[in-house]
């Protein structure tokens, strides 16, 4: 599992020390981003209710102390409070009237004169139809038996509490929260987006290749030379390394974090950066080449729209990788099945080869051929020579007499540049994988935090997601986009959103948050289209595997082969084949062993619909599902 940076770094007897906190409220004590939260909530109760209530600051304070700075809680308590003093003061105006026998019938109250009644008028005014989704996925009914119920408590009341709200408002005009703030903050997401993809646009770019290609210490590198590490902590770097005996593993210990890591020098996990181009924005990716940690490598590739495919040109280290069991080969296969259609091969380590060109030429040549064959088009690939260990051709014109003999093409830096951002589901339902999770939340706040990228749609503070499998609600109090604090998110970014009113316990690694309108289906059984890759032997009925979809793997098997299919023309070849080999093309049965997992259709999702086959260490195929036969658990 993908394990974020703030988990890595996390002190456990801090965790187990947040049950000690006191109840009471002591301004004295807190923090000044505690401090800061609670006079933002301040501001921000009277803006939603007004200034004209029965209550202090203290006693506001209080109570958004107790539900743990939650806006809407506390907006929710005050209001009850409001209700509960004007229906006594409407006692005793009832009683003062009875005294004074007062011979007048009480006027009907009617909402539209009601300066109290923020609760039906902001049901009114919600253009985005939000509460009724809200209030659905918390199973607290509709609107409409909202505004029943409502109409009724306000009929119940006596005429004097309607007079008291029209004595204090005579010459103003009625006040509506709308017109201040809306509850939810609401952000008009695609506009926002469109201002941002104007300036940069963002994308994902995972490195790949095989293991000791030189992955790590390239992107270390390349992120020293644009600025993205100061030099004392370079420094450091290369102290630490030293005293271990790995002095030229220092560069990849800007993305290798972990002690484990260091000391065996290979990644092992997906480690994230972020860096920035003339034109782009990036969130970098770095996946492990190991094939014992192929699982994460899909986790991670799964979330990029771009990749870098690092390959050693080094005499036995090319062969080593794409011939035999390398890895070169299968993570560009997997990297293409897992949406990846641009990619740089970055031909590392070509200056202990004296930057020999006929070495170049060979490596361009054989990786080429494959990567056609692999599925991806010439004009999306390009080549650039380079040492990440000297930083050579990275992010400026290499200076090396050798190189610049036979190669005056663009730097790696201004191939990346060079990337086309993709199409952004920003109009389908929300839906983010869970690539990583941990208790606590983005700054000082408390929660439970999920770390992931989003696929389809977008979500900002004060939202509602349903967590599936489980069907858990939570609220956003706060979220993190690329490492800075955020109001919004939307498809296609690397985010850390803390929720509120979520159980830790009910999350699992490859869960997708959802919209609580449009949760996503939970299936066991599913027809697929595949490709067949390399395999050792033919796939038949019952042939068990491996299933991998972003960071799930779940056993399953397949239980029925329906066709083979023309890879050119998608026209049915045989229906009912008996058997599968390399390089076939068909639709086939799936049945997951164990548990259902949350997927989708390719058409209406692209990310979500996509799965990998493995069996033995193996990818044996891939494919996108077409049809789902069975729902929910």
């Known amino acids: 599992m993908s394990r974020h940076r703030a988990v890595r770094n996390l002190d456990i007897d801090d965790v187990l020390d947040e049950g000690d906190y006191e109840d009471d409220l002591d301004e004295a004590q807190m ?46 308590w005050v209001l009850d409070q409001v209700s509960k003093a004007k229906a006594k003061a409407a006692k005793v105006e009832t009683a003062a009237a009875a005294a004074a026998k007062v011979s007048k019938p009480p006027s009907k109250p009617t909402i539209a004169i009601d300066v109290g009644d923020d609760e039906v008028e902001y049901l009114s005014d919600d253009s985005n139809n939000q509460l009724h989704q809200d209030m659905a996925g918390l199973g607290l009914g509709s609107i409409k038996s909202s505004k029943k119920q409502t109409s009724q408590v306000k009929s119940s009341e ?41 300036e940069k646009p963002k994308l994902n770019l995972v490195v790949i290749g095989h293991v000791d290609a030189g992955k790590s210490t390239l992107m270390g590198h390349f992120l020293y030379s644009l600025g993205q590490v100061n ?20 560069y990849a210990w800007v993305l290798d974090e972990t002690d484990e890591e260091r000391e065996r020098g290979i990644t092992m996990d997906i480690a994230m950066n972020n860096f920035e ?136 830096l201004e ?40 696929d389809a749609g977008s979500l900002q503070v004060g939202e509602q997601v349903v967590v599936i499998p489980g069907g858990e609600s ?17 498809a296609g970014d690397s985010v ?60 399953a098997s397949i239980v029925k082969l329906l066709t083979t299919v023309d890879k050119a023309t998608g026209e049915v070849i045989k229906k009912n084949p008996r058997h599968l080999t390399k390089g076939n093309t068909a639709t086939i049965k799936i049945q997951l062993t164990n548990r259902p997992i949350p997927l989708e259709l ?3 999702n692209k990310q979500l619909g996509r799965i990998m086959l493995r069996k033995g260490g193996d990818t044996v195929a891939a494919g996108v599902v077409t049809k789902i036969l069975t729902f929910g658990s």
């Open 277 to 412: 181009t003339l034109h782009r924005k990036f969130t970098l990716l770095d996946a492990p080449g190991h094939r014992d940690f192929i699982p994460n490598m899909i986790s991670g590739t799964s979330q990029a729209d771009v990749a870098i495919l690092v390959v050693d040109a080094a005499i036995g280290g090319f062969e080593s990788g794409f011939d035999g069991n390398g890895q070169t080969k299968e993570h560009a296969l997997l990297a293409r099945s897992l949406g990846v259609q641009q990619m740089i091969i970055a031909i590392n380590k070509l200056d202990v080869m004296a930057w020999d060109k006929s070495r170049f030429d060979e490596i361009v040549t054989k990786v080429g051929a494959f990567l056609v064959q692999a599925g991806f088009r010439k004009s999306n690939l390009s080549y650039v020579p380079v040492s990440g260990l000297t930083g050579d051709n990275l992010t400026s014109p290499s200076q090396s007499s050798e190189l610049i003999a036979w190669y005056n093409g663009p730097s790696l």
């Open 474 to 490: 939570g609220t956003v109090k706060a979220m993190q986009v690329n490492d800075e604090s955020a109001n919004w998110c939307a």
């Open 158 to 198: 006596h005429t004097s509490a309607a007079s008291i709200s029209t004595e204090n408002n005579t010459n103003s005009p009625l006040p509506s929260p709308l017109t201040k703030i809306h509850p939810s903050k609401r952000i008009n997401v695609i506009e926002e987006y469109a201002k941002r993809s104007s």
């Open 415 to 454: 191939l990346i540049d060079m990337f086309e951002p993709p199409v952004r589901l920003l109009d389908k339902p929300f839906r983010m994988s869970t690539s990583d999770f941990f208790k606590g939340g983005v700054g000082s706040s408390s929660g439970v935090s999920i770390a992931g990228t989003i």
């Open 602 to 604: 390719f058409k209406d």
């Open 496 to 555: 850390l959103i803390t929720f509120s009113g979520l159980d830790i316990l009910s999350l699992s690694t490859g869960c997708v948050l959802c919209s609580t309108s449009h949760p996503v289906s939970m299936t066991t059984t599913f027809v697929a289209q595949i490709v067949v890759f390399d395999i050792k032997v033919p796939i038949t009925c019952g042939f068990p595997v491996i299933l991998y979809h972003h960071s799930v793997n779940e056993p």
């Open 231 to 250: 030099d004392r902590v370079m420094k450091k770097y290369e102290r630490d390394s030293q005293k271990i005996g790995k002095g030229s593993f220092a």
């Open 31 to 76: 923090s000044a981003e505690d401090l800061d939260a609670l006079e933002d909530g301040l501001i921000y109760v009277y803006s939603v209710v007004g200034e004209d209530i029965p209550m202090t600051n203290v006693e506001i304070k209080e109570a958004l102390w107790y539900y743990y700075f939650d806006r809407e809680e506390t907006v929710k």
